[in-house]
């Protein structure tokens, strides 16, 4: 069994999701060539991944068969493990820096920003900060040992007399 590249499991997944695709469909949902996906749907036959079935004179079913079926989960469940091993790397990483801030003093901690981000680091604070002295409240930002976790790119707007710290270059892991 080869390894596919990116490409060519997102075709498999695409013709796994909806069998009756014309190639050309499937080039312009993949940003590729009608000739390279051609080529790849004949890889895929030739390998056992998928099977065709002629339809009428211009219409064409592609079908997975078992093994195409076992490499598309397959896929999907690496996918899916790489992305929780991902989270947990962040979840990690954050806690780290969390209780490092507050282990330097600092006892009042404002998010700036808004997302999937901000819900992370909202819960990640209260399983690893909860029971301890420090707040997560936006108005404390000029205590003298608060901080902003900065979740944006750009700086904050607001004037205040604390630090920033931006959380995105802590966490890099991708």
């Given at each position: 069994?080869?390894?596919?590249?990116?490409?060519?499991?997102?075709?498999?997944?695409?013709?796994?999701?909806?069998?009756?695709?014309?190639?050309?469909?499937?080039?312009?949902?993949?940003?590729?060539?009608?000739?390279?996906?051609?080529?790849?749907?004949?890889?895929?036959?030739?390998?056992?991944?998928?099977?065709?079935?002629?339809?009428?004179?211009?219409?064409?079913?592609?079908?997975?068969?078992?093994?195409?079926?076992?490499?598309?989960e397959r896929i999907?469940?690496?996918?899916?493990?790489?992305?929780?091993?991902?989270?947990?790397?962040?979840?990690?990483?954050?806690?780290?820096?969390?209780?490092?801030?507050?282990?330097?003093?600092?006892?009042?901690?404002?998010?700036?920003?808004?997302?999937?981000?901000?819900?992370?680091?909202?819960?990640?604070?209260?399983?690893?900060?909860?029971?301890?002295?420090?707040?997560?409240?936006?108005?404390?930002?000029?205590?003298?040992?608060?901080?902003?976790?900065?979740?944006?790119?750009?700086?904050?707007?607001?004037?205040?007399?604390?630090?920033?710290?931006?959380?995105?270059?802590?966490?890099?892991?991708?």
């Amino acid at each position: 069994m080869a390894t596919l590249s990116p490409k060519e499991i997102e075709l498999l997944e695409s013709i796994g999701g909806n069998k009756i695709l014309s190639q050309r469909d499937l080039a312009k949902s993949a940003s590729l060539s009608l000739g390279l996906v051609n080529i790849i749907i004949r890889k895929f036959v030739r390998e056992g991944y998928i099977r065709i079935n002629h339809l009428n004179k211009k219409k064409v079913e592609y079908l997975l068969t078992p093994l195409g079926l076992s490499e598309s989960e397959r896929i999907t469940s690496a996918d899916t493990n790489e992305t929780i091993q991902k989270f947990k790397q962040i979840e990690t990483q954050l806690v780290q820096m969390l209780q490092e801030l507050h282990t330097n003093g600092y006892r009042y901690f404002s998010i700036h920003g808004n997302g999937e981000l901000r819900q992370l680091l909202e819960s990640t604070f209260k399983s690893s900060l909860g029971n301890t002295s420090a707040c997560l409240e936006e108005t404390d930002r000029n205590q003298p040992d608060s901080i902003v976790l900065n979740l944006m790119i750009r700086p904050p707007e607001e004037e205040f007399s604390g630090n920033v710290i931006r959380v995105l270059e802590k966490i890099r892991t991708w």
